[in-house]
Every structure is written in structure tokens, then in C-alpha cells.
């Protein structure tokens, strides 16, 4: 939620929002907390020995800061997308106190992707999402969640939240990740810069996000 707060007041939006996949429905200004599907941290164990194992960067999110262990040129990265920094701090389950919401793995290339998918299936109750950001489209993103933290559930409580139909819900989206979004909103709609498989699941294509894709969309609608 801190990495989109500053678009969210620019925007107007004052309710109830979903960050973390899904696994936490917030305060969109303040980050409190309205619902949250925690992992338990001793479940990220066997992930978190398997990242350092391969060096491949990690950090795990609570509701209000997230955590990595060493800072990297990929810190930097990270940083332009949430606009935060990290704090800096050894991963030990035992010592977390407050519900851990996501862990986040940086791939650089297919074979790290594919090491990460392994990894993940083999650790209990946990899922995978993986997706691309548009400045640095090559990086990918793992985020691990609760496998209770289902996108679709996440919807599912939006609607009940707002007294909402499905038909009345406008989704963008450009990942794989964000295709139970674009499949199960009534006005689905892939950016330009998405996968063709991404843009099969929504009703609509617009525009790249380098174009505006958003904008034209709302426009049009």
C-alpha cells in the first residue's frame, strides 16, 4: 500500500482497497488494516534457504515496511517502483511479530524463474504469481502468498465489500498474474505491453502503459 499511496490520493480513492495479491484489504492512505490472509512465516523456511542457496534476492512485506536481508543493485530497482526503501534485517520466523503478508523473490533470467517455481511448489500452503515490471521488463517477480490468498477470493470480498456485481467492475491489468481480475470483471482490459495470453483472458485491449493505456481506456468507456 506504501508503494501506491501517492497515486491513490492523486486519484481521489478514499475506500477500502486490496494490495499484496490479495492478501491484504486496507486503509489505502493509512495502510490500516481491514482484512489480511497471513503466511505463517515457518512455511517460507525451506523457500528462504533455497533463495540464499542460489543468491537470488528476497524480501518479505508486513502491512506497514518490508525487509531484505542485504541491499543490492536490484534494491534500486525495487525502490522506483515502491518508493520506499527496506529495512535492513536477518529473516528468522521465529522473531516476526506482526502477520507476514507477501515474500517477493528476484529472477533475472528463465533459469532462475524456473528454480523459483520449483521451490515454491515444494513449500506447503503457499502460492505463485509471477510478473514484470514495465520499466524493467526483463526482471521478474515472484510473490508468495498464502494460498489462501487467492485473487479470486480477494475479488469475491471486493464485491461482497462494496455491494457490488461482477458485470460493474472495470480491471486492468498486464501480468499473469492479474488475469483472475481481467477473466472475472465484467470490463476486463489488457494493456498493449501484455502477453497474448494475458490479453485472451479480458474482454478489452488498450493501449501500452508507456501509452497511456489507462487513460485511453477510461476515456473511451
Known amino acids: 500500500w506504501f508503494a501506491a499511496r501517492e497515486i491513490l490520493s492523486q ?20 495502510g490500516a488494516p481491514v482484512h489480511t490472509v497471513p ?11 533455497g533463495c540464499r542457496e542460489r543468491g537470488l534476492p528476497f524480501d518479505w512485506y508486513t502491512a506497514e ?8 543493485a536490484l534494491t534500486e530497482i525495487h525502490y522506483e517502483y515502491l518508493k520506499v526503501y527496506p529495512k535492513l534485517e536477518k529473516f528468522s520466523a521465529g522473531a516476526i511479530t506482526k502477520p ?5 523473490i528476484i529472477a533475472q533470467n528463465e533459469k532462475d524463474e524456473d528454480y523459483v517455481r520449483a521451490l515454491v511448489g515444494k513449500a506447503p500452503n503457499v ?14 517477480f515472484a510473490n508468495v502468498v498464502s494460498d489462501e ?3 479470486e477470493r480477494a475479488f469475491a470480498w471486493m464485491l461482497s465489500h462494496y455491494g457490488v456485481q461482477a458485470d460493474d467492475v472495470l480491471a486492468f491489468g498486464d501480468a499473469e498474474a492479474d488475469t483472475p481480475f481481467l477473466s472475472a470483471a465484467g470490463w476486463g482490459t489488457a494493456m498493449g505491453n501484455a502477453a497474448p495470453e494475458v490479453q485472451k483472458q479480458s474482454r478489452f485491449v488498450t493501449a501500452s502503459v508507456e501509452s497511456d493505456g489507462v487513460a485511453l481506456a477510461i476515456e473511451q468507456i
Open 11 to 30: 486519484l481521489g480513492v478514499n475506500g477500502t482497497s486490496m494490495f499484496f495479491s490479495g492478501a491484504l484489504m486496507a486503509n489505502p492512505h493509512s
Open 39 to 49: 503466511i505463517a512465516p515457518l512455511a517460507l523456511n525451506s523457500i528462504i534457504a
Open 65 to 72: 515496511a518490508y525487509f531484505v536481508e542485504q541491499t543490492c
Open 100 to 104: 507476514l503478508l507477501k515474500l517477493v
Open 127 to 140: 502460492s505463485l504469481a509471477i510478473g514484470s515490471g514495465a520499466a524493467h521488463p526483463g526482471i521478474r
Open 149 to 151: 490468498a487467492t485473487r
